[in-house]
Protein backbone atom coordinates (compact mmCIF):
# COMPACT_ATOMS: atom_id res chain seq x y z
CA UNK A 1 0.00 0.00 0.00
CA UNK A 2 1.09 3.39 -0.65
CA UNK A 3 1.28 6.10 1.56
CA UNK A 4 -0.25 9.51 1.13
CA UNK A 5 2.66 10.90 -0.49
CA UNK A 6 3.27 8.03 -3.34
CA UNK A 7 -0.66 8.76 -3.91
CA UNK A 8 0.14 11.98 -5.06
CA UNK A 9 3.06 11.42 -7.23
CA UNK A 10 0.93 8.68 -8.84
CA UNK A 11 -2.40 10.76 -9.69
CA UNK A 12 0.21 13.69 -10.94
CA UNK A 13 1.51 11.02 -13.83
CA UNK A 14 -2.22 10.11 -15.02
CA UNK A 15 -2.69 11.47 -18.46
CA UNK A 16 -6.17 11.76 -19.68
CA UNK A 17 -6.18 11.47 -23.19
CA UNK A 18 -8.53 13.40 -25.74
CA UNK A 19 -10.60 11.27 -28.39
CA UNK A 20 -8.24 11.85 -31.23
CA UNK A 21 -5.18 11.11 -29.30
CA UNK A 22 -3.39 8.18 -30.30
CA UNK A 23 -0.32 5.98 -29.03
CA UNK A 24 3.15 6.40 -31.14
CA UNK A 25 5.23 3.73 -32.38
CA UNK A 26 7.29 4.37 -28.42
CA UNK A 27 4.09 3.55 -26.76
CA UNK A 28 3.05 6.69 -25.39
CA UNK A 29 0.26 8.93 -25.97
CA UNK A 30 0.73 12.01 -28.46
CA UNK A 31 -1.93 14.85 -29.19
CA UNK A 32 -4.03 14.01 -31.81
CA UNK A 33 -3.65 17.97 -33.01
CA UNK A 34 -0.22 18.82 -32.62
CA UNK A 35 1.75 15.16 -32.65
CA UNK A 36 3.92 15.76 -30.02
CA UNK A 37 4.00 13.60 -27.35
CA UNK A 38 1.73 14.04 -24.09
CA UNK A 39 3.20 11.77 -22.04
CA UNK A 40 7.38 10.91 -21.19
CA UNK A 41 9.35 7.82 -19.80
CA UNK A 42 10.85 8.10 -16.36
CA UNK A 43 14.26 6.96 -15.05
CA UNK A 44 14.26 3.37 -14.18
CA UNK A 45 15.22 3.78 -10.88
CA UNK A 46 12.04 5.88 -10.55
CA UNK A 47 9.71 3.81 -12.74
CA UNK A 48 10.70 1.17 -9.92
CA UNK A 49 9.70 2.83 -7.01
CA UNK A 50 6.63 4.48 -8.71
CA UNK A 51 5.38 1.49 -10.19
CA UNK A 52 5.00 3.13 -13.54
CA UNK A 53 7.28 4.06 -16.08
CA UNK A 54 5.58 6.87 -17.46
CA UNK A 55 4.73 10.67 -16.44
CA UNK A 56 2.45 13.22 -18.05
CA UNK A 57 4.50 15.84 -20.67
CA UNK A 58 3.46 18.99 -22.14
CA UNK A 59 2.24 18.75 -25.83
CA UNK A 60 2.14 21.91 -27.76
CA UNK A 61 -1.39 22.59 -27.42
CA UNK A 62 -0.89 22.45 -24.00
CA UNK A 63 1.90 24.63 -23.62
CA UNK A 64 0.28 27.27 -25.28
CA UNK A 65 -3.09 26.48 -23.65
CA UNK A 66 -0.81 27.24 -20.25
CA UNK A 67 1.08 30.34 -21.46
CA UNK A 68 -2.38 32.05 -22.49
CA UNK A 69 -4.23 31.42 -19.17
CA UNK A 70 -0.52 32.56 -17.71
CA UNK A 71 -0.43 35.59 -19.47
CA UNK A 72 -4.60 36.50 -18.96
CA UNK A 73 -3.88 35.75 -15.21
CA UNK A 74 -0.19 38.08 -15.60
CA UNK A 75 -2.19 40.90 -17.12
CA UNK A 76 -5.57 40.19 -15.05
CA UNK A 77 -2.98 40.71 -12.20
CA UNK A 78 -1.30 43.70 -13.59
CA UNK A 79 -4.41 45.77 -14.46
CA UNK A 80 -5.57 45.56 -10.78
CA UNK A 81 -2.20 46.47 -9.39
CA UNK A 82 -2.21 49.97 -11.97
CA UNK A 83 -6.11 50.36 -10.82
CA UNK A 84 -4.68 50.36 -7.39
CA UNK A 85 -1.77 52.42 -7.55
CA UNK A 86 -3.90 55.00 -9.67
CA UNK A 87 -6.51 55.74 -6.71
CA UNK A 88 -3.57 55.60 -3.95
CA UNK A 89 -1.75 57.98 -5.79
CA UNK A 90 -3.85 60.41 -7.31
CA UNK A 91 -6.37 62.95 -5.20
CA UNK A 92 -8.32 63.67 -8.30
CA UNK A 93 -9.52 60.64 -10.31
CA UNK A 94 -9.61 62.92 -13.73
CA UNK A 95 -5.94 62.66 -13.10
CA UNK A 96 -5.83 59.00 -14.65
CA UNK A 97 -7.06 60.70 -17.71
CA UNK A 98 -3.54 62.95 -17.93
CA UNK A 99 -1.68 60.43 -20.34
CA UNK A 100 0.47 60.60 -23.45
CA UNK A 101 -1.86 58.95 -25.22
CA UNK A 102 -4.65 61.53 -24.75
CA UNK A 103 -2.15 64.21 -25.10
CA UNK A 104 -2.90 66.51 -27.69
CA UNK A 105 0.50 67.14 -29.13
CA UNK A 106 0.77 71.35 -28.01
CA UNK A 107 2.94 70.86 -25.16
CA UNK A 108 6.55 71.62 -27.00
CA UNK A 109 8.00 70.22 -23.56
CA UNK A 110 6.33 67.05 -23.54
CA UNK A 111 9.51 65.56 -24.86
CA UNK A 112 10.83 66.28 -21.26
CA UNK A 113 8.45 63.90 -19.92
CA UNK A 114 8.61 61.38 -21.91
CA UNK A 115 12.53 61.35 -21.42
CA UNK A 116 11.88 61.36 -17.55
CA UNK A 117 9.97 58.17 -17.81
CA UNK A 118 12.62 56.57 -20.35
CA UNK A 119 15.15 57.39 -17.90
CA UNK A 120 13.39 56.46 -14.67
CA UNK A 121 16.10 54.47 -13.12
CA UNK A 122 18.58 57.11 -13.72
CA UNK A 123 16.57 60.14 -12.26
CA UNK A 124 15.75 57.57 -9.12
CA UNK A 125 19.15 57.24 -8.99
CA UNK A 126 20.44 60.49 -8.93
CA UNK A 127 17.71 62.17 -7.29
CA UNK A 128 16.54 64.58 -9.98
CA UNK A 129 13.56 65.77 -10.31
CA UNK A 130 11.65 69.09 -12.19
CA UNK A 131 10.24 72.26 -11.52
CA UNK A 132 7.85 72.88 -14.06
CA UNK A 133 7.23 76.72 -13.66
CA UNK A 134 5.47 79.30 -16.18
CA UNK A 135 1.61 80.96 -16.62
CA UNK A 136 -1.79 79.37 -15.79
CA UNK A 137 -3.17 76.58 -17.53
CA UNK A 138 0.46 76.12 -20.05
CA UNK A 139 0.07 72.14 -19.76
CA UNK A 140 2.61 72.05 -16.32
CA UNK A 141 0.36 69.70 -14.34
CA UNK A 142 -0.71 67.93 -17.48
CA UNK A 143 2.79 67.42 -18.30
CA UNK A 144 3.40 65.68 -15.01
CA UNK A 145 0.37 63.55 -14.49
CA UNK A 146 1.65 62.12 -17.66
CA UNK A 147 4.60 60.87 -15.84
CA UNK A 148 2.57 59.95 -12.86
CA UNK A 149 0.30 57.62 -14.76
CA UNK A 150 3.22 56.26 -17.43
CA UNK A 151 5.53 55.20 -14.28
CA UNK A 152 2.32 53.71 -12.59
CA UNK A 153 1.82 51.70 -15.96
CA UNK A 154 5.24 50.17 -14.90
CA UNK A 155 3.73 49.34 -11.54
CA UNK A 156 6.04 52.31 -9.76
CA UNK A 157 3.94 53.81 -6.74
CA UNK A 158 3.81 57.78 -7.45
CA UNK A 159 1.18 60.70 -5.13
CA UNK A 160 0.14 63.32 -7.07
CA UNK A 161 -0.98 66.11 -4.61
CA UNK A 162 -0.67 69.36 -3.57
CA UNK A 163 -0.45 71.57 -0.19
CA UNK A 164 -3.70 72.68 0.29
CA UNK A 165 -4.89 68.94 0.65
CA UNK A 166 -1.59 68.10 2.83
CA UNK A 167 -1.65 70.66 5.04
CA UNK A 168 -5.25 70.26 5.49
CA UNK A 169 -4.67 66.33 6.39
CA UNK A 170 -2.12 67.30 8.66
CA UNK A 171 -4.27 69.63 10.43
CA UNK A 172 -6.44 66.57 11.02
CA UNK A 173 -4.14 64.34 12.29
CA UNK A 174 -1.69 66.03 14.37
CA UNK A 175 -0.56 63.84 16.36
CA UNK A 176 0.20 61.32 13.52
CA UNK A 177 1.80 64.12 11.31
CA UNK A 178 5.59 62.59 11.31
CA UNK A 179 3.90 59.16 10.39
CA UNK A 180 1.83 61.67 7.36
CA UNK A 181 4.96 62.91 6.18
CA UNK A 182 7.19 59.44 6.53
CA UNK A 183 4.12 58.12 4.03
CA UNK A 184 4.35 60.45 1.45
CA UNK A 185 8.51 60.22 1.53
CA UNK A 186 7.80 56.57 1.03
CA UNK A 187 6.95 57.26 -2.59
CA UNK A 188 9.51 56.53 -5.07
CA UNK A 189 8.03 59.84 -6.78
CA UNK A 190 6.11 62.46 -5.24
CA UNK A 191 4.61 65.10 -7.07
CA UNK A 192 3.13 68.24 -5.98
CA UNK A 193 1.02 70.05 -8.05
CA UNK A 194 0.41 74.26 -7.96
CA UNK A 195 2.77 74.84 -5.56
CA UNK A 196 2.58 78.45 -4.22
CA UNK A 197 -1.18 78.18 -4.03
CA UNK A 198 -1.24 77.41 -0.65
CA UNK A 199 -1.84 80.02 2.04
CA UNK A 200 1.30 81.74 3.68
CA UNK A 201 0.51 81.30 7.54
CA UNK A 202 3.73 80.75 9.50
CA UNK A 203 2.70 77.26 10.28
CA UNK A 204 1.59 76.62 7.04
CA UNK A 205 4.85 77.64 5.61
CA UNK A 206 6.78 75.59 8.48
CA UNK A 207 4.54 72.34 7.59
CA UNK A 208 5.81 73.11 3.58
CA UNK A 209 9.16 72.79 4.65
CA UNK A 210 9.10 69.62 6.64
CA UNK A 211 7.42 68.34 3.95
CA UNK A 212 10.25 69.42 1.53
CA UNK A 213 13.03 69.21 3.34
CA UNK A 214 11.94 65.23 4.60
CA UNK A 215 11.74 64.62 0.87
CA UNK A 216 14.84 65.97 0.23
CA UNK A 217 16.35 63.53 3.19
CA UNK A 218 14.88 60.87 1.90
CA UNK A 219 17.00 60.72 -1.10
CA UNK A 220 13.98 60.56 -3.51
CA UNK A 221 12.93 62.37 -6.29
CA UNK A 222 9.87 64.86 -6.36
CA UNK A 223 8.26 67.16 -9.00
CA UNK A 224 6.86 70.42 -8.02
CA UNK A 225 4.32 72.51 -10.66
CA UNK A 226 4.37 76.13 -10.10
CA UNK A 227 2.86 79.02 -11.12
CA UNK A 228 5.68 80.80 -10.00
CA UNK A 229 8.25 82.37 -11.98
CA UNK A 230 12.51 81.43 -11.69
CA UNK A 231 12.99 84.83 -10.47
CA UNK A 232 10.35 84.25 -7.94
CA UNK A 233 12.37 81.34 -6.66
CA UNK A 234 15.68 82.22 -6.54
CA UNK A 235 14.73 85.90 -5.45
CA UNK A 236 12.27 84.85 -2.03
CA UNK A 237 10.96 87.31 0.29
CA UNK A 238 12.04 86.46 3.48
CA UNK A 239 14.07 83.59 4.88
CA UNK A 240 11.08 81.02 5.59
CA UNK A 241 10.50 81.11 1.96
CA UNK A 242 13.93 81.13 0.81
CA UNK A 243 14.83 78.08 2.97
CA UNK A 244 12.02 76.08 1.01
CA UNK A 245 13.06 77.31 -2.32
CA UNK A 246 16.90 76.72 -1.68
CA UNK A 247 15.62 72.98 -1.41
CA UNK A 248 13.39 73.21 -4.25
CA UNK A 249 16.24 74.47 -7.10
CA UNK A 250 18.58 72.41 -5.28
CA UNK A 251 16.48 68.93 -6.29
CA UNK A 252 14.58 69.97 -8.98
CA UNK A 253 15.84 71.07 -12.71
CA UNK A 254 13.54 73.50 -13.79
CA UNK A 255 11.52 73.54 -17.51
CA UNK A 256 9.75 76.74 -18.14
CA UNK A 257 6.50 76.37 -19.76
CA UNK A 258 5.74 78.91 -21.95
CA UNK A 259 2.53 79.28 -24.79
CA UNK A 260 -1.06 80.07 -24.78
CA UNK A 261 -3.49 79.29 -21.99
CA UNK A 262 -4.77 76.00 -22.82
CA UNK A 263 -7.77 76.10 -20.32
CA UNK A 264 -8.62 79.48 -22.15
CA UNK A 265 -8.33 77.82 -25.60
CA UNK A 266 -10.11 75.26 -24.77
CA UNK A 267 -13.30 77.50 -23.03
CA UNK A 268 -13.09 79.50 -26.37
CA UNK A 269 -13.21 76.45 -28.80
CA UNK A 270 -16.29 75.41 -26.50
CA UNK A 271 -17.82 78.76 -27.27
CA UNK A 272 -17.63 78.49 -30.15
CA UNK A 273 -19.16 75.19 -30.71
CA UNK A 274 -22.24 76.11 -28.97
CA UNK A 275 -22.60 79.08 -31.32
CA UNK A 276 -22.49 77.00 -34.06
CA UNK A 277 -25.22 74.20 -32.46
CA UNK A 278 -27.18 77.56 -31.64
CA UNK A 279 -26.91 79.42 -35.21
CA UNK A 280 -27.85 75.68 -36.46
CA UNK A 281 -31.16 75.31 -33.86
CA UNK A 282 -32.31 78.75 -35.08
CA UNK A 283 -32.01 78.51 -39.10
CA UNK A 284 -34.22 74.98 -38.56
CA UNK A 285 -37.03 77.41 -37.25
Known amino acids: MTNGFDEMILNMT ?4 EPEDYTGEDGLLYCGKCHKPKEGYFPKETAAWLG ?3 HPAECDCQRAEREEREAAEKQRSHLETVERLKRRGFTDPAMQGWTFENDN ?3 PQMEHAHFYVENWETMKERNIGYLLWGG ?3 GKSYFAGCIANA ?3 REIPVCMTNFAL ?3 DLAASFEGRNEYISRLCSFPLLILDDFGMERGTEYGLEQVYNVIDSRYRSGRPLIVTTNLTLEDLQHPEDTAHARIYDRLIEMCS ?3 FTGSNFRKATAQE ?5 KKLMNRKESRL
Not at 14 to 17: C, E, L, S
Open 14 to 17: DTTP
Open 136 to 138: VGT
Open 166 to 168: ILG
Open 52 to 54: RDR
Open 254 to 256: PVR
Open 151 to 153: LME
Open 105 to 107: GKC
Open 270 to 274: KMGQL
